[in-house]
């Protein structure tokens, strides 16, 4: 895998060839090499919840509303296996449980990396 200042040239190169901002483009690159290289599905939650914003509290924390789009992002996953990339401040509880129990009702085995951080309850998601 690439370090962090590797990932950046690349996007600033993409950026300069297509005047475009490439984050999405990059992120399912990389997503895509994790899943080859641990054939297992491979899903990332994270949010902007480490830099002071003035977005509100609930647009950036796990709600119910993550719930609907897990089950999207899921939808056209086989196997029986999962890794899920989180990096959140946290969020409702009873959103993380009913998360958590989707989650386990599709997967046999999960598998948490936490790159950075993760709070409150977003740790149980993990578990």
């Known amino acids: ?4 200042g590797e990932i950046l040239n690349e996007l600033r190169n993409i950026i300069e060839k ?3 901002p490439p984050f999405d483009i990059v992120r399912r690159k990389y997503l895509q090499q994790l899943s080859n290289h ?3 599905n491979v899903i990332l939650h994270a949010s902007k919840g480490t830099q ?3 977005i509100p509290a609930e647009l950036i924390s796990i709600t119910d509303k993550d719930i609907q ?12 296996n999962l890794d899920l990339i989180i990096h959140s401040p946290g969020g ?4 993380t449980e009913a998360l958590v129990k989707y989650l386990r009702s599709k997967f046999n085995h999960i598998r948490a990396i ?3 951080g993760a709070m409150s ?3 149980v998601s993990c578990f």
Request: proline share 11%; hydrophobic share 35%; charged share 20%.
């Open 1 to 4: 895998m690439p370090t962090w």
């Open 69 to 80: 789009g897990f089950m999207e992002v899921i939808s056209g996953l086989s196997g029986p």
């Open 121 to 123: 309850a977003a740790i």
């Open 18 to 20: 297509e005047k475009r």
């Open 92 to 95: 409702s509880a009873e959103a």
């Open 38 to 40: 641990t054939k297992r």
């Open 114 to 116: 936490i790159p950075y």
């Open 52 to 54: 002071p914003t003035n």
